[in-house]
């Protein structure tokens, strides 16, 4: 560990392997906090977010007070943010995406146009509290409809633009919006199903219209060494040419996050592999490597949070955020659960939407799980959720984000 004087304040350099190591550890005492509280795991709260959350305060109280600051190498944290962000891909399935048939391709539809009008609310508040309207594209589709993930991934790129702490923003509203999303999912179900005086399987001993949906997850074998292995290769193989991707986009003039090179590497392997049945991405295995891969970038990018750039920041960014809740309780009444049917699936979607366009994809399961154990299940419903959630509006997302924040740089 290296250490500096810089402004008469004593500075820590940690290195790679220190960093990673530093991050794996606040990652076990966030998971081990988060299983004694609660209140955590009924809002999904991620332990890189508990335990980052605790080093980047504790940072950020010795550096205010003078005493010493602490700088992170940021190598690992960007190839572990590609290499999540290439999971998300290699998961796209268009086998899978087919059994969603029209209310798939329709539920995604209306989760574009909430990224859209959440870029729309989030700029418009930020032109009218004064701040740059990045930030309000930062408090919109980047961390809301995005999640912690995406807003880890857009939040350097943006500093790069001029918005000077737009990483820790990105890291305070995703945080929010993963709390007021699960805070608002069930209540919401409650009073469609009571306002619409909707029937459902449990209370009224009604089948749903959707009773034969089809599982989002198709049956894997054991996980093995070798499985993961295999898995892991296809990965860095699709980080690989990814980078090449990325790079002739950009030399295009084409601006976008580093990790969508490797999406669309991965989206290519995994279908090549479906259609011709050549290899097989283990999905076990996957899911692993993504976990393992999400929780220590992400648990690096909340280590190394500025938590002082979000004084001045605070009140304009609050004011975003409640506008940002009203916008989605408006969207999935008016939108989302007429569009789909005004029915008990209609109320899953809803439900979902409020989950993962205010957080991410775990928030929107846990939501619908809390309907489906007082209600009954809605199969079809879990799957589009899943399938739109967890990957398909990640690629879309980028796009709008990448072409509404190039009106403002």
Not at 156 to 167: D, K, M, N, R
Not at 228 to 239: E, K, P, S, Y
């Amino acid at each position: 560990m290296e250490s500096k004087i810089v402004a008469g304040l004593l500075i820590f350099k940690l290195n790679m392997i220190q960093t990673v190591a530093l991050a794996l550890v606040m990652y076990f005492i966030g998971n081990f906090i988060r299983h004694r509280v609660p209140m955590f795991m009924r809002l999904s709260i991620p332990a890189p977010v508990i335990g980052g959350l605790i080093f980047a305060g504790i940072s950020t109280f010795l550096r205010t007070q003078g005493i010493l600051g602490f700088e992170l190498d940021g190598t690992m944290q960007t190839a572990l943010m590609i290499m999540f962000f290439c999971t998300i891909g290699m998961g796209a399935s268009l086998t899978l995406l087919k059994k969603g048939g029209m209310p798939l391709i329709i539920f995604f539809l209306l989760a574009v146009v909430l990224a859209i009008a959440q870029n729309a609310l989030g700029i418009f508040l930020a032109k009218l509290t004064g701040i740059d309207p990045l930030l309000g594209i930062i408090s919109g589709a980047v961390t809301l409809m995005g999640g912690l993930g995406t807003g880890g991934a857009f939040g350097p790129l943006f500093e790069e633009w001029g918005v000077q702490g737009a990483t820790t923003a990105a890291i305070a509203c995703a945080t929010f919006g993963m709390v007021a999303g699960s805070l608002m999912g069930g209540p919401f179900g409650e009073t469609l199903i009571k306002k619409y005086k909707i029937k459902t399987p449990k209370v009224d001993n009604v089948a749903t219209d959707d009773s034969d949906g089809t599982a989002v997850l198709e049956e894997e074998g054991a996980l093995s060494g070798q499985n993961v292995m295999q898995t892991l290769g296809w990965i860095v193989f699709a980080m690989g040419v990814g980078s090449i991707i990325s790079f002739y986009m950009t030399k295009a003039g084409i601006t976008l996050p580093a990790y969508i090179g490797a999406m669309i590497a991965a989206a290519v392997i995994r279908n090549v592999g479906d259609f011709s049945k050549g290899y097989k991405i283990d999905g076990a295995a996957l899911e692993v490597i993504s976990d393992i891969s999400l929780a220590v970038y992400l648990t690096m990018a909340i280590n190394g949070l500025k938590l002082w750039e979000l004084v001045n920041l605070a009140i304009p960014l609050l004011i975003i955020l409640i506008g940002q809740i009203i916008l989605m309780a408006l969207f999935c009444w008016l939108c989302v659960y007429l569009i789909m049917g005004r029915n008990y699936s209609a109320v899953h979607l809803s439900v979902g939407m409020v989950g993962f366009g205010m957080g991410a994809t775990p928030n929107a399961l846990v939501n619908m799980a809390a309907l489906t154990e007082k209600y009954g299940p809605s199969p079809r419903a879990l799957m589009i959720v899943s399938l739109v959630g967890a990957f398909l509006i990640d690629f879309a997302n980028a796009l709008i984000i990448t072409g509404m924040a190039g009106m403002f740089r």
